[in-house]
């Protein structure tokens, strides 16, 4: 089982829906949660970045912890065609310091249809 | 550029010959580490470079592949004896490295290397 687990989709959605991408995982010691997104043929580049649970929100983007059921969320509101990417989850026990402490989830690939 | 660059972007290689991928960093990231995406895979940790400690070669999966970072800044992964399995994205990335936590991460567009 690996340490983190996301639903490699791929996810297509018409646009202006909500989505919800979503990461388990099984070492109950993460405590920093993170979300990446990644264009076609780029790098990943941190979208978001949330310590321990709970909700933090950043314009269309929701990122949610919910450390008892060991569960992440992204959500995207009034999503747009520009948000077509693949979505990356990464975590940490100790606030990021070196990658090799950084475990990544497969990622989710999202269409947004205009 | 400001960004992390990495070259060549594509790399096309026969089965036994060896690669070298490079990346130029952030200039003033002391930190650099190589990664690989392979499809449908989350990105693999290959190996850390911290100012000027001894790199982090942990997640190498082999004694194929060897990194080097010169000066303190380029940096160049070398696969030897090339194996279809190594085909795959390898992605370069830096960071200021002063510690302190949650350092953000820069991705370069990475190298996607076939081996046939």
């Known amino acids: 089982q690996k340490e983190v687990e996301q639903d490699p989709g791929p996810l297509s959605v018409p646009e202006g829906a909500i989505v919800s991408l979503n990461c388990t995982y099984s070492?109950?010691?993460?405590?920093?949660f993170m979300w990446y997104r990644q264009y076609s043929r780029k790098g990943p580049e941190l979208l978001m970045y949330?310590?321990?649970?709970g909700n933090k929100e950043d314009g269309r983007f929701t990122a949610q912890v919910d450390k008892s059921s060991k569960y992440i969320s992204l959500f995207i509101r009034d999503s747009q065609p520009s948000d077509s990417a693949t979505y990356l989850c990464?975590?940490?026990?100790?606030?990021?310091?070196?990658?090799?402490?950084?475990?990544f989830g497969q990622g989710t690939r999202l269409t947004i249809n205009p | 550029g400001a960004g992390v660059s990495q070259s060549p972007s594509n790399k096309v290689t026969e089965k036994g010959k060896d690669v070298e991928l490079r990346c130029d960093p952030i200039?003033?990231?002391?930190?650099l580490y190589w990664y690989r995406q392979s499809l449908g895979q989350g990105l693999e940790f290959l190996i850390y470079?911290?100012?000027?400690?001894?790199?982090?070669k942990s997640g190498l999966p082999s004694d194929r592949f060897s990194a080097e970072r010169t000066g303190g800044s380029v940096s160049t992964l070398t696969i030897q004896r090339t194996q279809q399995e190594d085909s795959a994205v390898y992605l370069c990335?830096?960071?200021?490295?002063f510690g302190g936590g949650n350092e953000k991460l820069f991705f370069g567009s990475g190298t996607q290397l076939s081996v046939l």
């Open positions: 070492n109950s010691a993460f405590q920093y």
């Open positions: 949330t310590y321990s649970s």
């Open positions: 470079f911290q100012g000027n400690s001894a790199p982090d």
């Open positions: 990464a975590m940490s026990v100790l606030p990021f310091q070196g990658a090799q402490k950084l475990v």
């Open positions: 200039s003033g990231h002391t930190a």
């Open positions: 990335a830096s960071s200021l490295g």
